[in-house]
Each structure stands twice: as C-alpha cells, then as structure tokens.
C-alpha cells in the first residue's frame, strides 16, 4: 500500500489484517501529518501497536494506549557472573526466589509497597484521584503481568545487564480510560488537551519511578549497596526509555507513539526479542523519515490464546532450558514462539533508524 502520509518499515502484506483496518483508519483523519509503522507492528486498540502518529492540532489519548509510559530501564553492571557469585545455577535459583519475594508480580492483588506518588488530576477530577490514591500507593515498585518482565543477561564480554520491562500499572490505564471517554481526539489548545498531557505526564513519571524502584531492588540483591545503586542509575550505563507517549512538538504538532520507541540521533535504546533470546542494546541514528523511532520489541506473531495452542509446557521448558525462570501453563502466553523473528525485526530497523550496540542473553528472567 502507497499513502503520501504512510512510512512502512516493513512490507504491507506483512502485516495482519486487523492491523492494516486500523491503518487505513488513522489514514483517513484530517489532523494526521504523518503515520509511521515499525516493524513490530500488530493489531492494538484504534491506533495499531508499532505506530507513531504525528497529529496536528490534537492530542490522541487512543493512541498512546492503556499502559501509558511503559517502557525499558536497563543498566550493565560490567561486572561477570563469578564476580556476582552468580555462575552456579543454585546461586542464580536462589537469587530468582530472592526477587519474587522481594518485587511483587501479577495483576496487582496484594501488592504492599513504602508508599506511592500523589496523584492530581489536572481536570479536577476527583473521583479519580480518589480512585488513584490506593493504587499508586500498593503498585509502585511492582512488575505487573502479561509481557512486563525483568531479565538478567549476559553479553560477549560476560558482562551481566539487568532490564526491567514496566509501566505505569493500573494508575496509567485507569488515567487513559478517564480521557479516553471524554473523547478520541482533544483540541491541543483546549483545557482538557493540556490536562491530558499533564496527567500523561504524571503517569510517565510513575512508570519512570516504578521501574527504577524494582531496579534498585535487583541491584541489591545482587550485592551493591544503595550508592552504588544510585550511581548507577545516574551513570551513561543507565537506559530509560518509554514507548507508549504523546510529545508536544512545534507549529502544535504531536508525536504519538503506541509500542515504539525513540530513536533520535545518538540515543541509547532497548529492544528486547522474547524471554529465551534476551535484549539488544541499540542506538538512535534520528532518522526523520522514521519519525526518530524504532520497534518495541519483536512484537507478536500470536495472540495470547492462540500462543497457548502452539505448544504446551513440555515445548516451553524446552525453549528455556538453561534459564532459571518460571515455565508452566500459567505463562504459555509469552512463550518464545508468540513473539516474531527478532532477526527479521532487527535487520528492517539497522542501519535505517539503529545501530546494534550490544546483546544480552539471558540467565534469569522473572514474568508477572
């Protein structure tokens, strides 16, 4: 498919149907500027995820999606596995009961954390700051569920990197369903546009806050203390990146981005393959054309129900021998094989918006 305002990463009939609906709808809207699509597109919900939208006049709240700020933190320790303590298995066994103890997981029943972050609704909405209240406070610091993950992995100098894959919990979803009723596209000059970009914000504040908690904790199980921790996080080695955002651009111009991330000149990035083949560090060429972004990930080939009947435990546990994780019925969903070929997503994005910089394979990986 040829549009003037499309940019494709990848062949049209690569994409699902469902997905290429949801294209040529957005392709119909009078504010649209320009519609890029990464390479890990699938079907999502209005706009498809892998989408970047650049909008004028208005803001999308459908297009950033529920998980509002999800996104990528991670750091290389450059420390090895034997330094860590970490090269039996027994240690690393020990070590994945030590973070399930210690970062809550799932859908958010029973979290306790130290305490939250104070919401504000910039529309005075009270009700959901009422509602706001005890979820932010119970869910920072916390995994969640589905494809959210924290990875410890290994790269070619045996280094050890630790990732965490997170957003902004039921706080942004509960935020971008608030807007998302109030209308699909509001004026950017109206109160309630600004009102949606400040309480966005708030919730890529938290989902920055709750990564960086969950971080820590891993750091100090592995033996840092909470300088080096912070230092760390401080340092060049540390990557924070969010893909699902709205950014107010000049001549009143959004950027949209619904599972993609930035890519701009220089910028370190994380795109991860799927719980068996790890992480790839990566940096940003600013290639306008591609609106400065990247994919998300390898995006998936399988709905969560039809990844189940792909395989069944006995496949999983073969898919990840050697990893220390969890694999039984309750994680079929985010099998390797529901994720695309990484290799595929990786070689329609090098060269054009990144370069590869490093990759990590796994030795840990914890899923809500």
């Given amino acids: 498919m040829q549009h003037a305002k499309l940019t494709l990463a990848l062949p049209w009939e690569d994409i699902d149907a469902q997905a290429q609906k949801q294209i040529i709808k957005v392709l119909e809207l009078p504010e649209l500027t320009r519609l890029v699509i990464m390479p890990d597109v699938h079907a999502g919900y209005d706009l498809c995820i892998g989408g970047v939208a650049l909008l004028r006049g208005v803001v999308c709240p459908s297009f950033v999606g529920y998980d509002i700020g999800c996104g990528m933190c991670h750091v290389n320790t450059e420390k ?79 280094q050890l990197g ?15 369903a608030s807007y998302m009723k109030k209308g699909r596209l509001l004026p950017l000059d109206s109160a309630l546009g600004q009102a949606y970009l400040a309480d966005m914000r708030w919730a890529l504040d938290f989902a920055l806050e709750n990564r960086r908690r969950m971080l820590e904790q891993v750091l100090l199980a592995l033996g840092f203390v909470a300088a080096q921790c912070a230092a760390l996080m401080a340092s060049a080695a540390f990557i924070n ?24 000149k220089g910028q370190l990035g994380v795109i991860p393959a799927n719980q068996r083949d790890g992480v790839y560090i990566t940096v940003g060429l600013g290639n306008d054309a591609y609106l400065s972004s990247a994919s998300h990930g390898a995006g998936r080939k399988f709905s969560r129900k039809a990844a189940v009947k792909q395989g069944g435990v ?39 918006v990144v370069e590869i910089r490093d990759h990590f394979k796994p030795v840990i990986v914890m899923k809500g």
Wanted: proline share 3%; aromatic share 4%; with cysteine.
């Fill in 80 to 158: 090895s596995l034997a330094e860590l303590g970490l090269d039996a298995k027994q240690n690393r066994e020990e070590l994945f009961d030590l973070l399930r103890r210690r970062i809550p997981a799932g859908l958010g029943k029973g979290h306790a954390t130290d305490g939250g972050m104070i919401f504000r609704s910039a529309c005075g909405d009270t009700a959901l700051e009422k509602t706001l209240a005890p979820l932010a406070a119970a869910q920072l610091g916390t995994l969640g569920s589905g494809n959210h993950f924290l990875e410890l992995g290994v790269n070619a100098a045996g």
């Fill in 162 to 176: 630790v990732t965490v894959h997170s957003g902004s919990r039921r706080c942004g979803y509960d935020i971008a």
């Fill in 241 to 264: 990146e969010t893909h699902n955002h709205a950014l107010e651009q000049s001549a009143r111009l959004v950027l949209h981005r619904k599972g993609a991330t930035p890519a701009e």
């Fill in 314 to 352: 006995k496949e999983l546990q073969k898919c990840m021998k050697g990893i220390v994780c969890r694999a039984d019925a309750a994680v079929l969903d985010e099998a390797p094989w529901a994720y695309k070929d990484i290799g595929a997503v990786l070689r329609a994005q090098e060269g054009l």
